[in-house]
Every structure is written in C-alpha cells, then in structure tokens.
C-alpha cells in the first residue's frame, strides 16, 4: 500500500479495511476465514464481531502472547522479514505498541508461545476450533 503512495502512517488502518472486505466477500461465499492480525484496539475487534454476525459465522479469537519477555525479546530481534522499503521491527518497537495494546475481554483462547512448543500450541488451536 504504501509502495503505491499510500502515507505509511495510513496504511495500518487500510490493511485492516482490506482483510475486512476480503473476509466479507468470502463469507459471503459460504468459506471460513482466517485473520491473522494483532487487532491491538477495540476498533478491528468491534468490525469481526459485527462481520461474524453478519454472517452468522462462528468467530473464534486465538490471542498468541509470550509471558517471558527475554526470549520474546531474542525472537524479536533475530527475525527477518526482509520486507523492501521496511524496517525490521525491533524489540524497542514491540515495547511501545505493547504500551498501547488493549486487552481483550471477547471470550477466546490464549497461547503463551513461551510456555509450550509450536507443535503443542497448534494442537491446542485446532482442539479450540473444532
């Protein structure tokens, strides 16, 4: 988007309007949809409940967290997203937007990626899901 002359500053917002009509349109071809955003604030969380009940579709929340900051902080840093034109996002930057990140009250089920392995947590997501 922002390649395309939208303001960087913009672009969170648009992202989340475009996974938003994506999602309608294919609910309202019958198929499930997966979102995987962080939905830090109660506004993108407000427009998956109304989408869902639109819909009459099942919404589901998986909120993935890690309680044990150094690691997280080490996961953080060593990844590479290699992203043209985008910074890699720092350890720094998670603690600002950790700062503003409003928690969720919707029913949902929760991950702490610190405590079980990816194979585990995945597990734990389907069981929640079926």
Known sequence: MWRGGLPRDQ????AYVIAQTLAEEHLRLGHSVIIDAVNP???????????AADYRADLKIIECICKDEPPHGRRVEARVRNIDGMPEVTWARVMERRATYEAWT?????LD???HS?????AEAIRYLA
Do not use: F, H, M, Q
């Open 113 to 115: 990626t610190s405590a």
């Open 106 to 110: 919707d029913a949902r089920l929760t």
């Open 11 to 14: 672009t969170g917002i648009a």
């Open 41 to 51: 604030v109660e506004a993108p969380r407000a427009a998956w409940r109304r989408l």
């Open 118 to 122: 990816p194979e585990a947590s995945l």
